[in-house]
């Protein structure tokens, strides 16, 4: 039965790579996994691009865990050397837009909850949610269709991580700030500088340091990356904007965040959004310690993904290298796809009572 799956997912994942799945783009994909659900009698849902199932003997009485990944793709970048759409295979290697991010990581998913698809002993319900937008973090993806969802107890989210366990995964903040001062003449003394105010600023920004250290990402990090003022030689400025990148780790919420850092500044802070939360999961969590067992690691993840956007605990692992990801001329080994299958059942194995 396990051969089987890994070869079903293989195929699917060829068929995905050769259909074009920008972001905001993916009706085709979303009806091939539908299809391919349905076609093994799959009941499945839909809202816009995204696709869900449940396990065959669904109990309300019973917690429930989300498999997600997306099948949304960045577009092509210029250094590519082969057809992204070919799907081509030479030895090991499948090449293709999306075969390693996160196709692979999708497909061993999809193999998975069909493997457990049908048993009747499950201690766990699945959800099995392929999602869209993932890679423009949009608001038409996983956000969208939580809700519909149901209550999850705790989430596997499909990226190349090698397998490894990616147990936490820093949240970000992106803070447009304004420091407002009066415009005058530069020869006269007059007006109240806005650079000057902001200097302030972006010196508390650089150098404060969050009471609270995470285990896993060590401190909190903050950087300016845009400062914009002034339009004229003699003129002094009325304002200055700049722009800050937090890195938030799992010690604080960004709520949090934002709260401490208006305390401090004296400038406008307009977070462009708080979605993007940190998230973690315990060590001791079940699914955690069944990973390690396999002979996994653990280890916390600086790269933001729709992890971000669930309030449960949930771990990010999938086969796949999170380096080969939007580079040119990408690629999985076949193997890693056999083997996303195989790590994914026999993690959840030990937790859902699976056979």
């Known amino acids: 039965m ?27 994909t979303a009806n091939l996994i539908a299809q391919f659900l349905q076609e093994r009698g799959v009941p499945v849902n839909r809202k816009l691009n995204n696709v869900w199932a449940y396990n065959k003997h669904f109990d309300a009485e019973k917690p429930t865990v989300l498999l997600n990944s997306h099948h949304d793709t960045v577009k092509p970048n210029s250094g590519y050397t082969r057809d992204p759409y070919d799907a ?54 996983l956000e969208l269709v939580l809700p519909d969802l149901g209550e999850l107890e705790f989430g596997i989210v499909g ?50 340091r969050f009471p609270k250290v995470s285990e896993v990402f060590g401190p909190l990090k903050m950087t300016v990356t845009i400062i914009n003022a002034g339009s004229q030689h003699n003129v002094v400025p009325a304002n200055c904007t700049f722009t800050v990148d937090v890195r938030v780790t799992d010690a604080y919420t960004n709520e ?23 998230s973690s999961i315990d ?4 699914v955690v310690k069944a990973g390690i067992a396999l002979g996994r690691t653990t280890y916390g993840s600086p790269t933001t993904s729709d992890q971000a956007l669930l309030s449960i605990p949930s771990v990010k692992v999938g086969p796949g290298f999170s380096g080969r990801s939007h580079m040119a001329d990408e690629f999985i080994y076949v193997s890693e796809v056999a083997g996303g299958v195989e790590g994914y059942v026999n993690m959840l194995k030990p937790v859902i009572n699976g056979k």
Request: one cysteine or more; aromatic letters at 6%.
């Open 2 to 28: 396990l051969q089987t799956i890994q070869k079903e997912a293989l195929d699917l994942l060829r068929q995905l790579i050769r259909i074009q799945s920008f972001s905001k783009e993916e009706d085709r």
């Open 88 to 141: 081509a295979i030479e030895g090991d290697k499948l090449f293709g837009l999306g075969s390693n991010d996160a196709g692979g990581c999708l497909v061993s998913l999809i193999g998975t909850f069909l493997y457990f698809y049908d048993q009747e002993d499950l201690s766990y319900n699945l959800c099995l949610a392929a999602t869209a937008e993932e890679e423009i973090s949009g608001n038409n993806g």
């Open 159 to 208: 990226e190349p991580t090698e397998m490894n366990l990616a147990i936490a995964e820093r949240g970000l903040l992106v803070l447009d700030c304004t420091s407002l001062g009066k415009a005058g003449h530069a020869a006269r003394e007059e007006g109240e500088n806005a650079i000057y105010k902001a200097l302030k600023d972006i010196d508390w920004f650089r150098n404060f």
């Open 256 to 278: 949090e965040v934002l709260e401490i850092i208006r305390a401090h500044v004296d400038c406008e802070v307009k977070p462009r959004s708080i979605r993007l939360k940190p």
């Open 283 to 286: 060590k001791d969590h079940p």
